[in-house]
């Protein structure tokens, strides 16, 4: 019985994950757009000046992007915000790697610490809402397939991390779940790469 009820809800996740999973990209890549429209020619200084002290330092560059998108994102920082500034900093293939490796390495940390430092803390805040609490529950019975699914749909990938840590599902089924978010993360590095060319265009527009 508890495995017919976790299919049914991984299958309710499922259904919700296709069109929710696409909204928030629907909507960055809007945003963008207005955005660098506005100031690009800001933009396009500031991104210069930050690749410019990237080469200067350059390997470290990407060691200390991984190192920040991991302390920013443990504290609730946006991924997307990360992913997006990754993409215009190192471009479409090195942006896509840093990220990456950026956000398996704050899942592994996050996990960890829901598992041994903050577990109770998180158990109290999942008790006061149900949904979540419901997911985290469904996520221990069928493990693998509901994470995958989690990790498709909108819900944010730290919270994701920490509910999963504090449920003590298995590390290696987190991790392997944990790259479903790859194509989610593309197409995040690919808007800030993008986002890069078109605030040069408007740069050179603007003078």
Same mark, same amino acid.
């Given at each position: 019985m508890h495995t017919n009820s976790g299919h049914g809800e991984a299958r309710r996740f499922w259904e919700r994950a296709r069109l929710g999973a696409l909204l928030p990209y629907v909507a960055m890549g809007a945003l963008l757009v207005v955005v660098i429209v506005i100031v690009g020619q800001d933009i396009n200084h500031h991104i210069d000046a930050i690749e410019a002290w990237l080469n200067a330092i350059s390997p470290w560059g990407v060691v200390a992007f991984i190192a920040l998108f991991v302390v920013l994102t443990s504290f609730f920082v946006p991924g997307t915000v990360m992913a997006v500034i990754g993409g215009a900093l190192f471009g479409l293939g090195g942006g896509t790697l840093a990220v990456v490796f950026g956000a398996l390495a704050s899942a592994t940390v996050q996990y960890f610490l829901a598992r041994h430092l903050l577990h109770d803390r998180i158990e109290r805040r999942l008790s006061a809402k149900p949904s979540l609490l419901a997911k985290q529950l469904s996520a221990r019975r069928v493990?693998?397939?509901?994470? &995958? +699914?989690?990790?498709?749909?909108?819900?944010?990938? &730290? +919270?994701?991390?920490?509910?999963?840590?504090?449920?003590?599902?298995?590390f290696p089924g987190f991790f392997v779940a944990g790259l479903a978010m790859i194509p989610g993360l593309f197409m995040q590095v690919y808007f800030g790469h993008a986002g890069k060319h078109l605030a040069h265009l408007a740069g050179r527009g603007d003078r």
């Open positions: 493990e693998f397939r509901l994470q &995958v +699914l989690l990790r498709l749909s909108p819900l944010s990938p &730290v +919270l994701c991390n920490y509910m999963l840590g504090a449920g003590a599902v298995r």
